[in-house]
C-alpha cells in the first residue's frame, strides 16, 4: 500500500513536466480487434483469453493483427483509494493475469476509459483520476488505452484529452492513445500531439447505407462514415491517423459488403480493428480480414490516405500513392445494380498535391494487379476494363516497373 500511494505521489509530482505523447507507437495504423461492436457490455475474462487465442489460430496476428482491446463494461468499483478495480465476477483473476495471458501470445493488450465521470455504459470514468488510472493501467501492463466522451459536461476536449495523454505519459509505460470524441471537436486539428488517432465520427454500425436514429444521437452505416472524411486527409500520417471507427466486418453484412468496407477502410489508411467474433468467424470473413496484399495498402510506410479522385454514375474512384512509387487505386461501386468500367490511364492522369504525387501513365507502364482475385491485369498502356458487381469494390496495385 505504501508502495502505491508513493508511486502516485511521484506521478502527480510529475504531472506538470510532461505535455507529450509516447512517439513512434502506431507509425503505421493499428491493427487490431475491440469487443464492442459485436459484444457491448456482454465482456468478461473467458471472452477475452478466447479472442486472442482465436487471433492466433486464425492467422490474424500473422497477418499484422495486434491489440485485443476490451472496450466499456469491464469495470467494478473504486477502492478506498480511489483506484480502479475490474469487475470481480467478470474478470475473477484480475486485470494484470489477463495482460500477461494476451502477452503470452505475442500480442497486445488494450483498455477502455472515458474523461467523464461515467462510461457511456455507466461504469467509472476518469475524470478527477487520470494520474491514477495511467498508473493503474501502466502496473496492468496495457499497451493501449481507447478513451470515450460520454459524461463530459464542462469539459473541454483538447484540455481533457491532453491531461489523459500527460498522465500516460507520466506513468512510464508506452501506451498508444486512441481518442474518441466522435469528431465533435474537430481532433484532427489540434490532436496530432495529443494522441496516436482520433475518431472522426460519431459510431459505425453493421449496415452498408443506412443511418439508425437512436434519437438524442445516430449511428451510421459505412457509405456514410466513409462521406464524413471528406477533406480529412491532409490531417493523417504516421503515429497520428483519422479513425473511422472499428470495422462491421462479420457482423451481419453481405461478402461483397464487407470486403467493400475492408477495403475502404485500407485505402484510408484507417486503424484496423475489428470487430467480430474471432472464435466462430467464417473461412470467408477470415479471408477477407487477412488479405494481406490489401493490408499492406493499409500499413504502407508512407501513411498517406487516400485520395477520392472522381465520382460516375454510382461510382467511386479513389487512388492511394505507396512507397516505392506505386499506387493503389480502388473502384466501389456504391449502387445496387453492376457497374462497368473503363478507365484510360494514359489519360487520366492523377495528380496529388497532398503527397506531391503524380500517376502519369504516359511517363511509363505500371503493372496491374488485383489485389482479390490475385490476378495480373495488364499494364497502365491499354484502357482498365471491368465490372465492379453491386455494393462492392475492385482493388488494384499498381506497381512501378523497379
Same mark, same amino acid.
Given at each position: 500500500?505504501?508502495?502505491?500511494?508513493?508511486? +502516485?505521489?511521484?506521478?502527480?509530482?510529475?504531472?506538470?513536466?510532461?505535455?507529450?505523447?509516447?512517439?513512434?507507437?502506431?507509425?503505421?495504423?493499428?491493427?487490431?480487434?475491440?469487443?464492442?461492436?459485436?459484444?457491448?457490455?456482454?465482456?468478461?475474462?473467458? +471472452?477475452?483469453?478466447?479472442?486472442? &487465442? @482465436?487471433?492466433?489460430? $486464425?492467422?490474424?496476428? /500473422?497477418?499484422?493483427?495486434?491489440?485485443?482491446?476490451? !472496450?466499456?463494461?469491464?469495470?467494478?468499483?473504486?477502492?478506498?483509494?480511489?483506484?480502479?478495480?475490474?469487475?470481480?465476477?467478470?474478470?475473477?483473476?484480475?486485470?494484470?493475469?489477463?495482460? /500477461?495471458?494476451?502477452?503470452?501470445?505475442?500480442?497486445?493488450?488494450?483498455?477502455?476509459? &472515458?474523461?467523464?465521470?461515467?462510461?457511456?455504459?455507466?461504469?467509472?470514468?476518469?475524470?478527477?483520476?487520470?494520474?491514477?488510472?495511467?498508473?493503474?493501467?501502466?502496473?496492468?501492463?496495457? !499497451?493501449?488505452?481507447?478513451?470515450?466522451?460520454?459524461? =463530459?459536461?464542462?469539459?473541454? @476536449?483538447?484540455?481533457?484529452?491532453?491531461?489523459?495523454?500527460?498522465?500516460?505519459?507520466? $506513468?512510464?509505460?508506452?501506451?498508444?492513445?486512441?481518442?474518441?470524441?466522435?469528431?465533435?471537436?474537430?481532433?484532427?486539428?489540434?490532436?496530432?500531439?495529443?494522441?496516436?488517432?482520433?475518431?472522426?465520427?460519431?459510431?459505425?454500425?453493421?449496415?452498408?447505407?443506412?443511418?439508425?436514429?437512436?434519437?438524442?444521437?445516430? $449511428?451510421?452505416?459505412?457509405?456514410?462514415?466513409?462521406?464524413?472524411?471528406?477533406?480529412?486527409?491532409?490531417?493523417?500520417?504516421?503515429?497520428?491517423?483519422? /479513425?473511422?471507427?472499428?470495422? *462491421?466486418?462479420?457482423?451481419?453484412? $453481405?461478402?461483397?459488403?464487407?470486403?467493400?468496407?475492408?477495403?475502404?477502410?485500407?485505402?484510408?489508411?484507417?486503424?484496423?480493428?475489428?470487430?467480430?467474433?474471432?472464435?466462430?468467424?467464417?473461412?470467408?470473413?477470415?479471408?477477407?480480414?487477412?488479405?494481406?496484399?490489401?493490408? %499492406?495498402?493499409?500499413?504502407?510506410?508512407?501513411?498517406?490516405?487516400?485520395?477520392?479522385? @472522381?465520382?460516375? *454514375?454510382?461510382?467511386?474512384?479513389?487512388?492511394?500513392?505507396?512507397?516505392?512509387?506505386?499506387? %493503389?487505386?480502388?473502384?466501389?461501386?456504391?449502387?445496387?445494380?453492376?457497374?462497368?468500367?473503363?478507365?484510360?490511364?494514359?489519360?487520366?492522369?492523377?495528380?496529388? /498535391?497532398?503527397?506531391?504525387?503524380?500517376?502519369?501513365?504516359?511517363?511509363?507502364?505500371?503493372?496491374?494487379?488485383?489485389?482479390?482475385?490475385?490476378?495480373?491485369?495488364?499494364?497502365?498502356?491499354?484502357?482498365?476494363?471491368? =465490372?465492379?458487381?453491386?455494393?462492392?469494390?475492385?482493388? +488494384?496495385?499498381?506497381?512501378?516497373?523497379?
Amino acid at each position: 500500500m505504501k508502495i502505491t500511494l508513493i508511486l +502516485l505521489a511521484v506521478v502527480f509530482c510529475s504531472a506538470t513536466a510532461t505535455g507529450q505523447k509516447f512517439d513512434k507507437l502506431a507509425l503505421t495504423p493499428p491493427m487490431g480487434w475491440n469487443s464492442w461492436n459485436k459484444f457491448g457490455c456482454d465482456v468478461n475474462e473467458a +471472452l477475452i483469453r478466447e479472442t486472442a &487465442d @482465436a487471433m492466433v489460430a $486464425s492467422r490474424m496476428k /500473422d497477418a499484422g493483427y495486434q491489440y485485443v482491446v476490451i !472496450d466499456d463494461c469491464w469495470h467494478g468499483a473504486r477502492d478506498n483509494l480511489g483506484f480502479i478495480q475490474p469487475d470481480p465476477t467478470r474478470f475473477p483473476s484480475g486485470m494484470k493475469a489477463l495482460a /500477461d495471458y494476451v502477452h503470452s501470445k505475442g500480442l497486445k493488450f488494450g483498455i477502455y476509459s &472515458d474523461a467523464g465521470a461515467k462510461t457511456c455504459g455507466g461504469r467509472p470514468g476518469s475524470r478527477g483520476r487520470e494520474y491514477q488510472d495511467a498508473l493503474t493501467y501502466a502496473q496492468w501492463g496495457v !499497451d493501449y488505452l481507447k478513451y470515450d466522451w460520454c459524461n =463530459t459536461d464542462g469539459l473541454k @476536449a483538447e484540455g481533457a484529452y491532453a491531461t489523459m495523454r500527460d498522465a500516460l505519459f507520466a $506513468s512510464g509505460r508506452p501506451i498508444v492513445f486512441s481518442l474518441c470524441e466522435w469528431g465533435n471537436n474537430k481532433p484532427w486539428e489540434w490532436a496530432k500531439n495529443v494522441g496516436h488517432l482520433w475518431r472522426t465520427t460519431g459510431d459505425i454500425y453493421n449496415c452498408f447505407d443506412c443511418v439508425k436514429d437512436h434519437g438524442t444521437w445516430k $449511428s451510421w452505416g459505412v457509405l456514410q462514415i466513409l462521406d464524413m472524411q471528406k477533406d480529412l486527409r491532409t490531417h493523417a500520417g504516421p503515429d497520428h491517423w483519422n /479513425d473511422p471507427d472499428m470495422m *462491421e466486418v462479420g457482423n451481419g453484412m $453481405s461478402a461483397n459488403e464487407d470486403r467493400a468496407h475492408f477495403s475502404l477502410w485500407a485505402m484510408l489508411a484507417a486503424p484496423l480493428m475489428t470487430g467480430n467474433d474471432l472464435r466462430k468467424m467464417s473461412k470467408e470473413t477470415q479471408a477477407i480480414l487477412t488479405n494481406e496484399a490489401v493490408i %499492406a495498402v493499409n500499413q504502407d510506410p508512407l501513411g498517406i490516405q487516400g485520395l477520392k479522385y @472522381a465520382t460516375r *454514375e454510382n461510382l467511386e474512384i479513389w487512388f492511394k500513392p505507396m512507397q516505392g512509387g506505386d499506387w %493503389a487505386v480502388c473502384f466501389l461501386n456504391r449502387g445496387d445494380k453492376p457497374q462497368r468500367v473503363e478507365f484510360d490511364w494514359r489519360n487520366e492522369p492523377v495528380k496529388d /498535391d497532398f503527397a506531391k504525387r503524380e500517376l502519369n501513365a504516359k511517363g511509363g507502364a505500371y503493372e496491374i494487379l488485383d489485389l482479390w482475385t490475385k490476378n495480373k491485369s495488364g499494364t497502365t498502356n491499354e484502357s482498365f476494363k471491368t =465490372t465492379v458487381p453491386a455494393r462492392d469494390v475492385v482493388v +488494384l496495385r499498381l506497381q512501378a516497373k523497379r
